[in-house]
T-cell receptor, first 113, second 115 residues
Framework: AQSVTQLDSHVSVSEGTPVLLRCNYS??????LFWYVQHPNKGLQLLLK??????LVKGINGFEAEFKKSETSFHLTKPSAHMSDAAEYFC???????????FGAGTILRVKS | GAGVSQSPSNKVTEKGKDVELRCDPI?????LYWYRQRLGQGLEFLIY????????KSGLPSDRFSAERTGESVSTLTIQRTQQEDSAVYLC?????????????FGPGTRLTVT
């Protein structure tokens, strides 16, 4: 079975500094991986997805993630944090037929002014 | 256009009662999913509908949980004889087609509290 592990439950950065949210996955074959964001009192929104094309994936709002098969990682980065980036972020892997999503436990990003 | 909608947004029920949660997917989306999000945890897959095919019920936690979908439209998730551990946010998502890696669009969720 597929699984994802988000290595940090909370990350705190200052506005204007880089963001790194870490994710490792476990998969028996080439996975499809996603990052979703959930702002307070709002629905889940897709940030970006990897489906075996380019290993560096660019998403919305300046976020990007790099698929590294040798490290089984799919870390999310952003060069410069903005206050509006404060939210909970989920690393997600697609499992099998039907594109059922398996979610990590989430990382809460706090951005300090 | 309209996104995925769910009702009610909040539901408080007494232990042992049955509850019914509703999801209206995006028009034209053949795939529909139900997930559960317990406090402080990621989402857990519950059930998946694809067109008129038999649903994938592999994520349902017990036989107290069931779901139906009429064609490619509305879905209802029913929890019978609710227990306190059923308290969670129940999220519905739809996508163009579950046989491909299409984006899943999530509804706002129903927050269920069992007292």
């Amino acid at each position: 079975a597929q699984s994802v592990t988000q290595l940090d439950s909370h990350v705190s950065v200052s506005e204007g500094t880089p963001v790194l949210l870490r994710c490792n996955y476990s998969s028996s074959y080439s996975p499809s991986l996603f990052w979703y964001v959930q702002h307070p009192n709002k629905g889940l929104q897709l940030l970006l997805k990897y489906t075996s094309a380019a290993t560096l994936v660019k998403g919305i709002n300046g976020f990007e993630a790099e698929f590294k098969k040798s490290e089984t990682s799919f870390h999310l980065t952003k060069p410069s944090a903005h206050m509006s980036d404060a939210a909970e972020y989920f690393c997600v892997v697609s499992e099998g037929y039907g594109n059922k999503l398996v979610f990590g436990a989430g990382t809460i990003l706090r951005v300090k002014s | 256009g309209a996104g995925v909608s769910q009702s009610p947004s909040n539901k408080v029920t007494e232990k042992g009662k049955d509850v019914e949660l509703r999801c209206d997917p995006i028009s034209g989306h053949t795939a529909l999913y139900w997930y559960r999000q317990r406090l402080g945890q990621g989402l857990e897959f519950l059930i998946y509908f694809q067109g008129n095919s038999a649903p994938d019920k592999s994520g349902l936690p017990s036989d107290r949980f069931s779901a139906e979908r009429t064609g490619e439209s509305v879905s209802t998730l029913t929890i019978q004889r609710t227990q306190q551990e059923d308290s969670a946010v129940y999220l519905c998502a739809s996508s163009l087609d579950g046989t491909g890696i299409y984006e899943q669009y999530f509804g706002p969720g129903t927050r269920l509290t069992v007292t």
